[in-house]
């Protein structure tokens, strides 16, 4: 069994820094995606951020260059760190990791952006 568990999200005025973090635990495949998601009201869940083991990184083109993602593999860990936030990137955002076929979701944390 796996568990994500996420912190750092809050409300920010526009402009700010917002760092998320997400540790995952329980039997992980080495070789695996570890990925941010985030879902708006009304909004489909889209992917934000994603790193693979190995280190290789994609982004979605609305926060190329603002967002950036990490990992720590030896903790299991994976950061976002959110800076020149926009009222836009309001939403519940989730960790997620694949191996596999496997996929798993972390329960969500809440970043509110205000202008």
């Known amino acids: 069994q796996v568990q994500l568990v996420e912190s750092g999200g809050g409300l920010v005025q526009s402009g700010g820094s917002l760092r998320l973090s997400c540790a995952a635990s329980?039997?992980?495949?080495?070789?695996?995606?570890m990925g941010w998601y985030r879902q708006a009201p009304g909004k489909q869940r889209e992917l934000v951020a994603s790193?693979?083991?190995?280190?290789?990184?994609n982004y979605a083109l609305s926060v190329n260059g603002r967002f950036t993602i990490s990992s720590d593999n030896a903790k299991n860990t994976v950061y976002l760190q959110m800076n020149s936030l926009k009222p836009e990137d309001t939403a519940v955002y989730y960790c997620?990791?694949?191996?596999?076929?496997?996929?798993?979701w972390g329960q969500g944390t809440q970043v509110t952006v205000s202008s």
């Open positions: 997620n990791v694949k191996f596999g076929t496997f996929a798993y």
């Open positions: 329980g039997s992980i495949f080495s070789r695996n995606v």
């Open positions: 790193i693979t083991s190995g280190g290789n990184t």
